[in-house]
């Protein structure tokens, strides 16, 4: 239901936009694209659902879906790594251990019969996510609402395909759920993950480096855990508190430096399209490469 709703806002968003048809090599990226999403979803779902604990599965996803992220980025796109972004994301990692407290690190009591192998989940989860916001970059030239539209689309198909394979003839009774208070959350949810995915794909396509969008992408621990306080009457923890500040001030503190370092080089360039001149007597000017004959 929720891609249903998404796809009819970026068709209608597509129309609106006049934009244009893909390549057939872009086409073939996009469903790639979606396929990867719908995988992330699949295994994230399937780990949220098993044996391990939900912190295991959050920070699994939070601290290696980068790292593959920007490895193959550099791989794959030739993208520089920043100097700082291993030191960045060691301070995110940490936040994000402190607000979701992993058994595996100490932070809470260990799962009971819970085989080791369950954590290739949210790893295959992380994978999955990682190839998809590298789609987003390799296809940056095309609007966010392109992608979008290819995504929902591969989604609905998805849920489709698997709602038969789970419940048979009664599939159709399954995806038509009744108008109700539950529809109406998901309706809405749809609103704001439409709006959601539309910042994630414009921020990929329009980053430097993809290392940049990995740091901000971070953010959403602390929200997430605002969100447990304040609606879910869960209590307030000072470990939590300190991680959820610790991924904040690394992720405003990487957007500052980022800022800095953007503006001195534009005073480099600035100043280096400057030397480019220099006057000669006659009051006009000239250019180091181009001497003027006439002086």
């Not at 400057?274 to 009051?283: A, K």
Request: with cysteine; aromatic share 8%.
């Amino acid at each position: 239901m929720r891609f249903s709703i998404d796809l009819c806002l970026s068709s209608s968003l597509c129309a609106y936009q006049r934009c244009k048809l893909p390549s057939a090599c872009e086409i073939v990226i996009l469903l790639l694209r979606g396929l990867c999403y719908c995988s992330f979803i699949l295994f994230f779902w399937a780990a949220l659902q098993s044996c391990m604990p939900l912190g295991d599965v959050v920070v699994l996803v939070i601290a290696t879906s980068p790292l593959f992220l920007v490895l193959s980025a550099r791989l794959f796109l030739g993208e520089a790594i920043p100097r700082a972004w291993p030191v960045q994301m060691l301070l995110l990692g940490t936040g994000a251990a402190l607000v979701n407290k992993p058994s595996f690190l100490g932070l809470a009591p260990p799962s009971a019969r819970c085989p080791a192998w369950m954590a290739a989940l949210p790893v295959g989860a992380a994978i999955c996510g990682a190839f998809m916001n590298l789609a987003s970059r390799r296809v940056k030239h095309l609007p966010p609402v392109t992608l979008l539209l290819a995504n929902d689309a591969v989604a609905v198909v998805f849920a489709c395909v698997v709602a038969v394979a789970q419940e048979g003839s009664g599939a159709p009774a399954l995806l038509r759920p009744p108008l109700d208070g539950s529809t109406l959350l998901i309706a809405l949810s749809a609103v704001l993950g439409f709006a959601g995915l539309m910042s994630n794909v414009y921020a990929y396509q329009t980053v430097s480096v993809t290392a940049i969008a990995a740091v901000a992408s971070s953010s959403s621990v602390p929200f997430n855990y605002a969100f447990q306080v304040l609606f879910f009457a869960d209590p307030v923890d000072g470990l939590a508190c300190a991680g959820a500040a610790l991924v904040m001030t690394t992720t405003i503190g990487a957007a500052i430096a980022r800022y800095v370092a953007s503006k001195q080089e534009q005073a480099e360039k600035s100043e280096s399209v400057g030397d480019l001149y220099y006057r000669v007597p006659d009051g006009t000017t000239s250019t180091q490469c181009e001497p003027s004959h006439k002086v």
